[in-house]
């Protein structure tokens, strides 16, 4: 179980929703196999996507990324942190848009395999429920994207976060689920929950925490066995689907 960002899980539902209208398109209309021949034929399923607003909802996602970064400024700005100007936005913004086509070029791959599915197995003679079912299994984004997609919200907060606090070393800053909010985000990694728990009320700086903050836990297996698990900039290590962050402690005195 991964600790889930909240904008993954949305995305990803509507994203099956998305593709569920795909085939449910198919089945409603009660077509026979020579009419679904020929919309395998015809049909530029890649546009159908797009059309049912796979774009919009790509978009909508990487968004958020600009969201983050106005927020983490503002916020900076108000604690009079210096050299904000010189934080490099758009290399920032740059993994959007690598991103954003990476997805499209995902839901293009998709399309084709769905077009060739739906060819093959009608020529194999499958029945309508067989090659509808065969459609409904093919996947848009597997376990590695979704673990990318998953963690790079917190990723790109977290880096954005770096850039911007640079300037002052001095900073200290607190383990949270995200930043903005309380919180604790359920997970089921217990040195991240440790440390969310048990970290110094004044916070860490930034030396601090790139050298790494040590737990009562030690690696059970893996590269890591024997050594303590570590907390670090970009999370636990190793930090598949660790989606906490780093924010900076506001002192209202100075
Ligand atoms: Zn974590």
Same mark, same amino acid.
């Given at each position: 179980?991964?600790?889930?960002?909240?904008?993954?899980?949305?995305?990803?539902?509507?994203?099956?929703?998305?593709?569920?209208?795909?085939?449910? =398109?198919?089945?409603?209309?009660?077509?026979?196999?020579?009419?679904?021949?020929?919309?395998?034929?015809?049909? &530029?399923?890649?546009?159908?996507?797009?059309?049912?607003?796979?774009?919009?909802?790509? +978009?909508?996602?990487?968004?958020?990324? #600009?969201?983050?970064?106005?927020?983490?400024? +503002?916020?900076?700005?108000?604690? !009079?942190?210096?050299?904000?100007?010189?934080?490099?936005?758009?290399?920032?913004?740059?993994?959007?848009?690598?991103?954003?086509?990476?997805?499209?070029?995902? $839901?293009?791959?998709?399309?084709?395999?769905?077009?060739?599915?739906?060819?093959?197995?009608?020529? =194999?003679? &499958?029945?309508?429920?067989?090659?509808?079912?065969?459609? =409904? #299994?093919?996947?848009?984004?597997?376990?590695?994207?979704?673990?990318?997609?998953?963690?790079?919200?917190?990723?790109?907060?977290?880096?954005?976060?770096k850039?911007?606090y640079k $300037?002052?070393p001095?900073q200290?800053f =607190?383990?949270?689920?995200?930043?903005?909010?309380? !919180?604790?985000?359920?997970?089921?990694?217990?040195?991240?929950?440790?440390?969310?728990?048990?970290?110094?009320?004044?916070?860490?700086t930034m030396a601090e925490i790139d050298?790494?903050?040590?737990?009562?836990?030690?690696?059970?297996? !893996? &590269?890591?066995?024997?050594?303590?698990?570590?907390?670090?900039w970009? !999370?636990?290590?190793?930090?598949? +689907?660790?989606?906490?962050?780093?924010?900076?402690?506001? #002192? +209202?005195?100075?």
């Amino acid at each position: 179980m991964p600790e889930l960002n909240p904008e993954f899980a949305k995305f990803q539902k509507e994203l099956e929703t998305l593709l569920k209208e795909l085939t449910n =398109r198919l089945t409603r209309a009660g077509l026979t196999k020579v009419q679904l021949a020929q919309i395998a034929a015809e049909v &530029d399923f890649f546009q159908e996507l797009k059309s049912f607003g796979f774009e919009d909802l790509v +978009n909508k996602y990487f968004n958020g990324y #600009d969201k983050i970064i106005t927020q983490k400024i +503002n916020e900076a700005a108000a604690q !009079g942190v210096k050299g904000l100007a010189n934080v490099n936005i758009d290399s920032l913004l740059q993994i959007k848009e690598l991103e954003t086509q990476h997805l499209l070029k995902r $839901a293009e791959a998709f399309s084709l395999q769905y077009k060739r599915e739906l060819f093959t197995s009608l020529i =194999r003679g &499958d029945s309508i429920p067989e090659t509808i079912s065969k459609l =409904r #299994d093919i996947t848009l984004t597997d376990a590695q994207l979704g673990t990318v997609l998953n963690t790079q919200y917190s990723e790109f907060s977290r880096t954005a976060t770096k850039d911007i606090y640079k $300037a002052k070393p001095e900073q200290r800053f =607190r383990y949270v689920g995200r930043a903005g909010s309380s !919180g604790i985000i359920p997970t089921n990694s217990e040195q991240c929950r440790w440390l969310i728990e048990n970290q110094k009320p004044e916070g860490y700086t930034m030396a601090e925490i790139d050298a790494g903050i040590e737990t009562p836990f030690t690696h059970q297996y !893996g &590269d890591l066995k024997g050594q303590p698990k570590m907390i670090y900039w970009q !999370g636990r290590e190793p930090n598949f +689907n660790c989606i906490h962050e780093w924010t900076s402690i506001y #002192d +209202n005195k100075s």
